[in-house]
């Protein structure tokens, strides 16, 4: 099993930066894939960002592709979306979730079987 936890969420002004973390802990896979999703309310959950661990490959969706950065810190299990230039349009539950590299998109939720419970991020004036 693994568990992951997410942290960093938070409210912030349009503009500003915020860094969110998860953590995996437990028995991840020796190769893995992470992903990063959020859900505003009222709406579906959509794909943000993913990093394949073993290729150091990251994947973005449009709407945030140049604003966000996901990275990992793999002796910590660790992974970080580091985002910038916020807007209220980002605001939702952002959720990590891990799943066995397998080689297929990382961008559907459907492929994870582990998730974290989420952390807010809130961007408002």
């Known amino acids: 099993q693994v568990q992951l936890v997410e942290s960093g969420g938070k409210l912030v002004q349009p503009g500003d930066s915020l860094r969110l973390s998860c953590a995996a802990s437990?028995?991840?896979?020796?190769?893995?894939?992470m992903g990063w999703f959020r859900q505003a309310p009222g709406k579906d959950r959509e794909f943000v960002a993913a990093?394949?661990?073993?290729?150091?490959?990251?994947y973005y969706a449009d709407s945030v592709k140049g604003r966000f950065t996901v990275s990992g810190d793999f002796t910590k299990n660790t992974v970080y979306l580091q985002m910038s230039n916020l807007n209220p349009e980002d605001t939702g539950l952002y959720y990590c979730a891990l799943r066995s590299t397998n080689g297929d998109t990382p961008r559907y939720p459907s492929g994870y079987p582990f998730w974290g419970q989420g952390t807010q991020v809130t961007v408002s004036s």
């Open positions: 990093m394949v661990k073993s290729l150091g490959l990251t």
């Open positions: 437990g028995r991840p896979p020796r190769t893995y894939d």
